[in-house]
């Protein structure tokens, strides 16, 4: 029988801009730190580590934590593009979960250069760009940055099937900024409107600059335990995983002709799926969510895939705040990608963070009211999803 997993420490770094941010080693270190003395573990406790991060050198998982000790543990590298951080968190979950490990230390971070979102892909998924090449010449349009393409492509989509407005994208947005106002990590805690939003720079239709997430550095870190480590460690109802599922790409974000299948939809359709499964949970069972809000058109794109709304019905979700407080959902109350910052390997973990902070009550003025079940969704390109179920009794 599998065992129970419980996160019993989290920690991070505040975000911050390219060139203005500690070395890769110091912020990842802070965050482990962090995550330790919030769990109440000495690193002599910890058995086994797994870093995550998506540019750096091979072995800078082991630079990382040597700053925290030097007890000779198994170290693993993990990089898994922008779902690199939940990749390493699953790694450690299975390793609780198998009786391979008692408690494990899971660290995320990056340190991005300006203008690092706009680089193409490696050849891994050179798939994806040959057919957004494709698909973008066909429809007379190019220049802008990759993955702006692919996601701004999805949102276009979107749109020709349902018509929706391109001030609900903006309201996207919008509601982010709100959020990330409240969060004293979070990259920009400046308020925009939705006519500000729009009125920034296109980048391509229909997302313009404000709707997209900024290449951002920092770290993250979480302890995951087993149940009988806790009991050892005086450590009652702690927040755990109830669920948690990874998908890679299906046949059909090739063989479709569909930007929406190509950004990941089936991906994340098909890991809720296994999660709602595994946990016996639905969506009407979640308080708050923290999804992969890359570009606003995915964040509205993950509201159906994840089961939040029905198909076709984003729109409405969004205007009628059930995005938000006082709404059915709180989604994002970091301020996501979009207003937290995206640090690739870190995101997942501050993701997860987040939720942990959520769960126990301790949001401060994020604070979502009588939360006890979160659901985290972490998308990669080439591709990967993590989906992952929270809970606190």
């Known amino acids: 029988m599998a065992r129970r997993v419980n996160v019993i420490g989290v920690g991070m770094t505040k975000f911050a801009?390219?060139?203005?941010?500690?070395?890769?080693?110091?912020?990842?270190?802070?965050?482990?730190?962090?995550?330790?003395?919030?769990?109440?573990?000495?690193?002599?406790?910890?058995?086994?580590?797994?870093?995550?991060?998506?540019?750096?050198?091979?072995?800078?998982?082991?630079?990382?934590?040597?700053?925290?000790?030097?007890?000779?543990?198994?170290?693993?590298?993990?990089?898994?593009?922008?779902?690199?951080?939940?990749?390493?968190?699953?790694?450690?979950?299975?390793?609780?979960?198998?009786?391979?490990?008692?408690?494990?230390?899971?660290?995320?971070?990056?340190?991005?250069?300006?203008?690092?979102?706009?680089?193409?892909?490696?050849?891994?998924?050179?798939?994806?760009?040959?057919?957004?090449?494709?698909?973008?010449?066909?429809?007379?349009?190019?220049?802008?940055?990759?993955?702006?393409?692919?996601?701004?492509?999805?949102?276009?989509?979107?749109?020709?099937?349902?018509?929706?407005?391109?001030?609900?994208?903006?309201?996207?947005?919008?509601?982010?900024?709100?959020?990330?106002?409240?969060?004293?990590?979070?990259?920009?805690?400046?308020?925009?409107?939705?006519?500000?939003?729009?009125?920034?720079?296109?980048?391509?239709?229909?997302?313009?600059?404000?709707?997209?997430?900024?290449?951002?550095?920092?770290?993250?870190?979480?302890?995951?335990?087993?149940?009988?480590?806790?009991?050892?460690?005086?450590?009652?109802?702690?927040?755990?995983?109830?669920?948690?599922?990874?998908?890679?790409d299906y046949a059909s974000s090739f063989n479709e002709d569909s930007m929406i299948k190509m950004v990941g939809y089936d991906m994340s359709a098909q890991a809720a799926k296994q999660v709602y499964e595994k946990s016996g949970l639905g969506p009407s069972d979640v308080q708050v969510v923290e999804l992969h809000d890359c570009f606003t058109a995915n964040e509205l794109l993950t509201y159906e895939a994840l089961g939040l709304c029905k198909e076709g019905e984003a729109e409405k979700f969004i205007w009628d705040g059930d995005n938000t407080y006082g709404g059915r959902f709180v989604t994002n109350p970091s301020g996501g990608l979009l207003s937290k910052g995206h640090p690739l390997g870190a995101t997942g973990l501050a993701q997860c963070t987040e939720l942990v902070w959520q769960l126990r009550g301790t949001a401060d003025k994020r604070q979502v009211a009588g939360a006890r079940v979160a659901l985290q969704h972490n998308l990669g390109l080439g591709g990967a999803c993590v989906v992952t179920m929270y809970r606190r009794d």
């Open 17 to 248: 801009k390219p060139g203005a941010s500690d070395d890769y080693h110091v912020m990842a270190s802070q965050a482990a730190r962090a995550a330790l003395a919030d769990a109440g573990v000495d690193y002599r406790d910890i058995e086994q580590a797994y870093v995550g991060y998506v540019y750096g050198d091979s072995t800078c998982g082991q630079r990382a934590v040597y700053e925290v000790g030097l007890t000779g543990i198994p170290v693993f590298n993990v990089n898994n593009n922008c779902s690199t951080g939940s990749t390493a968190l699953f790694l450690a979950r299975q390793a609780i979960e198998g009786g391979l490990a008692e408690c494990v230390l899971v660290v995320g971070f990056e340190k991005m250069e300006k203008g690092a979102l706009g680089l193409k892909y490696t050849d891994r998924v050179n798939p994806l760009e040959q057919h957004v090449d494709v698909m973008n010449k066909a429809q007379g349009v190019n220049g802008a940055p990759f993955a702006a393409q692919m996601f701004g492509g999805a949102g276009r989509e979107y749109r020709w099937r349902h018509g929706t407005r391109r001030e609900t994208f903006a309201k996207i947005s919008e509601k982010a900024r709100k959020h990330a106002a409240n969060n004293p990590y979070a990259l920009f805690n400046t308020q925009l409107s939705v006519e500000e939003i729009l009125a920034s720079d296109e980048v391509f239709d229909p997302l313009t600059r404000y709707q997209c997430c900024p290449p951002t550095c920092g770290g993250a870190a979480a302890v995951l335990c087993s149940e009988e480590f806790a009991k050892r460690k005086g450590i009652t109802n702690a927040v755990y995983i109830a669920a948690q599922s990874m998908t890679t």
